[in-house]
C-alpha cells in the first residue's frame, strides 16, 4: 500500500514540509531508509542522519530544526508515537489464523466466543470462558474455569493455570506461564519443606503485554494483581501476590518477590531484584540491575545500585568508589609521612 505525504499528516496531525504528493509504501530505521520508505527522527544524536537519509518521508518534531532540502518532512508533536500509528494501521503483521483446528481439544463445559481462533493441539478446559475475536495459538493450555477477555492473544505453548482471569486485548507471548504455584515452603523441626497450598489465582487487566517465558505466579490466597495497561518484558519473574499498578513497565530479567505492591507508572529496568512485602508508591524508577531492599513511600524517584539509593547518592558513591585506590595511596603516603616524622622526634 503506498501513502502519500499528505494522508500520513493527515492520520498523525501533522505538517507537511516539501512534496506533499510524494508516496511510500515501506518503513525503515534513517540510516537504512530508501526512497520509498518513511522514517521518524525524535532522538537528536542521529540528526547528522538527515544529511545524508534517503528516506521519501520523515517524521520530525519541531525541535529539529536547518533540514537539507531533498527530504519531505511531516513536523509533528510526537514523531515517534506517529509513526506507531502508521505502523499499526498500515504495516503491522496481520495474523492470518482463524477457526478451531480439529486437532484442538475443547471440553464441552468451555465457551468460546465468536470469531476466535484455537489453534492446533491448544487445550481448553472445562468452565473455560474465551471472549470474541481472541486467540489461542497452538499448543497452548488454558485450565479449567479460567476466563480470557475479547481481542485478546494467547500465543503458542502457553500455560495458563486454573482460575486465572485475563482481560481485554491482551497479548501473552509464547512460554510464558501464567498462575504456576508461589514458590510457598515451610521448614520443618527435621530440615525437610512442606509445601503450602498456593490456593490463590491470577488476575491480568485489560491491555496487558507480557514477554516470552515469563513467570507469573498464582497467589498464596488472594490473587497476584497486574494492572491495566502493564507492559512486562521477557524473562521476568512475578511472585505470588504481587500486585502491580496501571501503566507500569518491567524489562527483562528483573524479578519480583511474594507480596510486594508496586505503584502505578513505574518502570523496572532489566535484572532490577524487589524484595518481597514491600511497597513502591507511583512513578518510581528504577535503573538496570537495581536490589530494592526497603520500602519507597514518596511518589515520582529515580533510584538504582544494590541496595538501592536515590540515583543521585549512587553517583556519588560511585565517584568515591573509583576514587578508593587513589585514597588508599594518600592514605599510606600520610602513614608513612606520620610515621617518619616520629622517628624524627624520638631520635
Known amino acids: 500500500m503506498k501513502l502519500s505525504a499528505k494522508k500520513i499528516a493527515e492520520i498523525v496531525n501533522g505538517s507537511v514540509e516539501g512534496d506533499k504528493n510524494i508516496e511510500v509504501d515501506s518503513v525503515a530505521k534513517i540510516e537504512d531508509a530508501t526512497p520509498s520508505s518513511l522514517c521518524f527522527l525524535s532522538n537528536k544524536k542521529y540528526t547528522h542522519h538527515l544529511k545524508n537519509t534517503s528516506a521519501g518521508i520523515v ?8 533540514l ?17 500509528q502508521i505502523l499499526i494501521q498500515y504495516f503491522d503483521y496481520k495474523d492470518p489464523n482463524s477457526g478451531i483446528h480439529p486437532t484442538a481439544i ?7 466466543g465468536k470469531n476466535c481462533h484455537i489453534g492446533s493441539h491448544a487445550y481448553i478446559g472445562n468452565h473455560v470462558v474465551i471472549g470474541d475475536n481472541s486467540k489461542v495459538f497452538a499448543n497452548s493450555c488454558i485450565y479449567e474455569n479460567s476466563t480470557i477477555g475479547q481481542n485478546t492473544s494467547i500465543r503458542s505453548n502457553v500455560s495458563i493455570y486454573y482460575n486465572t482471569s485475563i482481560g481485554d486485548n491482551c497479548i501473552i507471548h509464547s512460554g510464558a506461564v501464567i498462575g504456576s504455584d508461589g514458590f510457598g515452603h515451610a521448614p520443618l523441626p527435621d530440615g525437610t519443606y512442606i509445601k503450602i497450598p498456593q490456593i490463590g489465582n491470577v488476575i491480568i487487566h485489560d ?10 505466579d498464582r497467589a498464596n490466597m488472594g490473587s497476584t494483581v497486574i494492572g491495566k495497561g502493564c507492559r512486562i518484558d521477557n524473562l521476568v519473574q512475578i511472585a505470588h501476590g504481587v500486585e502491580i499498578g496501571e501503566n507500569t ?10 507480596s510486594t505492591k508496586i505503584g502505578a507508572n513505574c518502570v523496572l529496568a532489566g535484572q532490577v531484584g ?9 512513578n518510581t524508577q528504577f535503573g538496570g540491575q537495581a536490589g530494592v531492599n526497603k520500602d519507597v513511600k514518596e511518589p515520582g524517584g529515580i533510584y538504582t545500585g544494590t541496595p538501592h539509593l536515590t540515583y543521585k547518592n549512587e553517583m556519588k558513591s560511585r565517584v568515591l568508589w ?13 602513614e608513612n609521612t606520620l610515621n617518619n616524622n616520629e622517628k624524627s622526634e624520638n631520635g
Open 59 to 66: 517524521l520530525v518534531d519541531d525541535s529539529i530544526k536547518n
Open 249 to 258: 513497565v518491567i524489562a527483562g530479567q528483573a524479578a519480583i518477590a511474594g
Open 106 to 112: 475443547i471440553e464441552p463445559s468451555a465457551e468460546i
Open 68 to 84: 537539507p532540502g531533498h527530504i519531505t518532512v511531516i513536523r509533528c508533536s510526537h514523531p515517534y508515537v506517529a509513526f506507531c
Open 274 to 282: 524487589v524484595g518481597g512485602h514491600l511497597t513502591i508508591a507511583d
Open 322 to 334: 573509583r576514587n578508593l585506590p587513589k585514597l588508599e595511596q594518600r592514605i599510606r603516603a600520610l
Open 207 to 216: 491491555n496487558v503485554e507480557i514477554g516470552s517465558n515469563t513467570s507469573v
